[in-house]
């Protein structure tokens, strides 16, 4: 079965990516896309900066010690799109392979000689998924035969002692590649590795052990914390190795810290990372929005984590984050053109960025989308995923399919065919067509926002049989409604039957928790699983001195088949010269700096946030400060009189 994930238990099993086929829409557009532009985007540039190159070792070595690894991440992306540049590649890469397995084009003469920096072990958990990628969906080849052969010479040159790799990865690798070949050597490799962490099995770093989570056992830690993707893809790693051994304890320990790190440490729109210095988690509630690392790599990494819990579990929360995230960071970091990319995903920015155009960006600051960055991490993870996120959308169990992820296409399981069609996330309308009919459970995930969404069924032909879904005997279909977490039908279906699915659309305020210091005043907008933003371009209105006027609903404005949306404000006119502190009450909730009568109430524009940046230097901002109420009173009360005034006015004739 071609599928990223496919482990041997757990409460949901994946479809393969032959089972779900996507159609034209949100996610549809964005797979061709990859599959047409963003992946020769990422080879051109790896030749053009020499990391392809260094496989053939004709010239000076170029690229940072993981340059190996985008490679890697672009061969497992071609595999899953079943690309035809994949096997000359892979022969490029297959020819730097030493003897006993070893592929390093760093490395090679001083191996393993520094673990904490290395990323020897992580470059090959890259090989050997990419390994996996094309055993699943194609079969045996060059490039399979390099990956098995790396994962035997690692299992030889680990598997006793406590060395690790600084930069989690290989666990998942392995275990994937066990289930893939049934060779119990991968799994034990992974599981020890994963012991290993908080031995401690590195070596001490200025930033501390916590920075590649060495400072306590994965099992005792109570959140996520370091390096962000390094914890993510650790975390990864143990699902997997916990649903292969059956080691509940530590699957618990795993779910424990993605509770308190989604409740304390993770920005609204599913980004998780705060800190630059690092690229790592902060503190609790330490989410400023303007500081923002929330780096790509970090969110695709999240979504990983999220799908193997929910394979895991059942539980639909963790499709909710992931379906967050998804919109939110992984659609936000990819150009709509394809050809350019965010590294970092902050949710303000103050000053426009400067363009980055043919060349390479060595900055992670999120301004401005880049079409190549010297630590290119991010554009080959973006392809592999988007080349596999077909594995996201729906699930099979022995009593039915459960779509967890809402967009057009279809889906197969034992016998049953579905067509999806939506509009989503502009719309709220899923419609479930039964293709091809029998018996069993249809689950559809109803979003944890979406508080007051219905259920219809609709059946081919005659009057529904009283089946349990609670259609009337003699009726012809039947409306419920459905509450977060999963709506279920259970019935004999025949070609024809339909399901709807409406969930409810309308905008919505946002307001943080007041231990988030950094957001103390402020508010966001969402609509569907979309986050907004503010965003100013060239001399359009600035964002500073701004403040929203939260009573007022958003109203919404369709512009190029999506959905964009207005809410009050008032733009203070702020003083620059002037000293930002006073006396006076009023800093909180926020107060525009202005004399009586001279703040303009206007209508600001948002953009969801995915789409932000895309037509050049901008500043933009998710979380927009409240007016304070005699602000938004006085506001009100000029509108009112305006509106009176023109209301009075004589009209012509």
Known sequence: MANPVLPSSGALSPLGLDAVRLSPGFWGDRVALNHEVTIAHCQEWMEREGWIGNFRGDRPRRGREFSDSEIYKLLEAMAWAGHPELPALAETVARAQEGDGYLNTRWTGSRYTDLEWGHELYCYGHLIQAGVARLRNHGEDRLTEVAVRAA?????????GTQTCGHPEIEMALVELYRATGTERYLELARRLVERRGLPALGEIHLGRAYFQDDVRLRQAQSFRGHAVRALYLACGAVDVAVETGDEELLKSIETQWERTVARRTHLTGGMGSRHADEAFGEDYELPPDRAYSETCAGIASIMLSHRLLL???????????????????ATALALDGRSFFYANPLAVRVPAEPVIGVVNHSAGGGLRSPWFDVSCCPSNIARTLASVAAYVATGSGDGVQIHQFTPGEIRHDGLALRVETGYPWSGEVRVRVL????????????AWASGATLRYEAAGAAPDGGRDGAGAGGSEAVRRVEPGYAVVERDWRPGDELRLELPMAPRWTYPDRRIDALRGCAAVERGPLVYCAESVGDEPPLTGMAALPSSPPAEHSSD?????EVEAVLGTPDSDAWPYSSKAGGWPYQPQREPGTGTGTALRLVPYHRWGNRGPATMRVWLPVADRTVADETVAEKTVAEKTVAERPSAG
């Open 152 to 160: 035997d010479h690692v299992c030889r040159r680990f598997m006793d």
């Open 436 to 447: 091809e009919g029998g018996g069993g459970r249809i689950s559809l995930r109803v979003p």
């Open 561 to 565: 088949g999506t959905v964009e949306l």
């Open 312 to 330: 895991a579990t059942g539980d639909a929360r963790y499709a909710d984050l992931a379906e967050r995230t998804l919109y939110n960071v992984l």
